[in-house]
């Protein structure tokens, strides 16, 4: 736990000298000791053969043919290779869609290193600016408004509803400014157990009528005003790799004022690019309920949709199992129907505390869960079974891996449940077809 505190100290002092704007040498990805195998092996709770992959209608072969071909072991890359076909099998896109356990950081931040060192890394993606929302966010990237350069930020969220005081996008969160005129500094910050996310694009998501959003000129690659290629999205292409990149915001006749979704920090390697967006206290029916958010993960392209919720739901007062199945359905349906080459994968949360007792209603989130992949032909991942099932959350109290309200996670707590989430999907992966040896 120690090691997060410091990490996560040192993260904000970069932040604030320039989000450390001073050149990132480039990083490996560094074993943490103990090794994953170990550090699971270590909590004899876990319940490793309970940690598997769901999926009795193969949704997910196209996604793990995908994988294949960015597997360098099974599909080395050939110099003589065609060029066309080459870059558009090299880059697999991954979103996860969640509450505050995504929104923290600490799971996806697992499930992707792992991704990128075993099948390439495309950029950090999404990154989502919680902190300019008065918001907690993950600790390897900065979104800061530059000191005297800009406007009174405000922020919407997914779970205000019909409340929110400005539209909504792909994040679940929207941020805005009261003037036109802004500078933002983006950054990808430093760990010692990241690797390089330096970038080379970033992909803006923002409102219909945002101001017009531009980089310095002498690090744009494009001539004039940046590529717009939805009326949502602005992509802007750099000359060269970077840790940290100055925007500027102005208006532009009807483009003055509107809201600001996240950025896409990209590197234009071949590999992984994984979205991350959680959204405090989210359950399924606050996404599903925002057209926006469907709409715009169609831009990201996405080969494999990940859905890790249902811990609100099990903590309300009178949870009810069909209709738990609806609002799930109300997120999946719309998803499917948007990106019909997306697999969906869904996960069951782990155990938390409800009025000092573990809350049941988590068992019957994880076999409501199953029974929609069953049903609809989904994939899924049973995190509730791998880690104790019934009565668990005593056992991650016992060995300290849960904050002190008894719903969250320690850092320790979190790593666990993305290595389980990896070991799932990778497992999955490489017992596939052709894949398996």
């Not at 390697?269 to 967006?277: C, D, E, F, T």
């Amino acid at each position: 736990m120690l090691k997060y505190i410091i990490y996560s100290v040192l993260a904000a002092v970069i932040a604030l000298s320039s989000c450390g704007a001073e050149k990132r040498q480039e990083q490996q990805e560094t074993e943490i000791v103990p090794s994953d195998s170990v550090f699971i092996a270590s909590y004899s709770f876990i319940d490793t053969a309970a940690d598997t992959l769901c999926d009795p209608t193969d949704h997910l072969a196209a996604f793990y043919s995908k994988l294949r071909r960015l597997d360098p072991l099974r599909f080395p890359v050939s110099d003589t290779a065609d060029t066309t076909v080459e870059e558009a099998i090299r880059r697999v896109n991954i979103i996860q869609f969640g509450d505050s356990h995504i929104q923290g950081g600490v799971i996806p931040d697992v499930i992707m290193r792992h991704l990128h060192a075993r099948f390439g890394n495309a950029g950090r993606g999404m990154i989502v600016p919680h902190k300019l929302g008065g918001s907690n966010e993950p600790r390897d990237y900065a979104i800061r408004p530059v000191s005297g350069a800009c406007g009174e930020w405000s922020c919407a969220r997914i779970i205000q509803g019909k409340g929110a005081s400005q539209p909504i996008g792909i994040t679940g969160i929207a941020v805005q400014s009261s003037r036109a005129e802004n500078k933002l500094l983006l950054c990808a910050l430093p760990t010692k157990d990241t690797l390089d996310y330096s970038f080379n694009k970033v992909r803006i998501f923002h409102g219909k009528y945002a101001p017009i959003i531009e980089a310095p000129d002498s690090l744009s690659a494009g001539i004039g005003t940046p590529d717009i290629i939805y009326d949502f999205n602005t992509d802007i292409d750099l000359v060269s790799n970077v840790d940290s990149l100055e925007l500027h915001t102005y208006a532009d006749g009807k483009f003055a004022h509107g809201p600001i979704y996240g950025f896409s920090l990209e590197n234009g390697r071949n590999g992984i690019l994984y979205h991350a967006m959680g959204v405090n206290s989210a359950c399924f029916l606050h996404w599903g309920k925002q057209e926006e958010v469907v709409r715009q993960s169609t831009a990201l392209e996405p080969d494999l949709i990940i859905l890790s919720m249902g811990s609100n739901e099990a903590a309300g007062s009178n949870f009810n199992d069909d209709v738990f199945y609806r609002e799930v359905d109300r997120f999946v349906s719309p998803l499917r129907t948007a990106n019909p080459e997306a697999a969906i994968l869904l996960t069951a949360p782990v155990q938390a505390f409800k009025k000092g007792e573990p809350n049941a209603n988590f068992g019957r989130i994880s076999r409501t869960l199953r029974r929609y992949a069953e049903e609809q032909g989904v994939a899924f991942i049973d995190l509730y079974a791998a880690t104790g099932g019934e009565g668990s959350a005593h056992n991650w109290a016992d060995h300290n891996l849960m904050a002190r309200d008894k719903i969250h996670y320690t850092a320790e707590g979190y790593r666990i449940q993305g290595l389980l989430i990896y070991n799932a999907l990778y497992n999955g992966y490489i017992g596939h077809g052709s894949t398996a040896q």
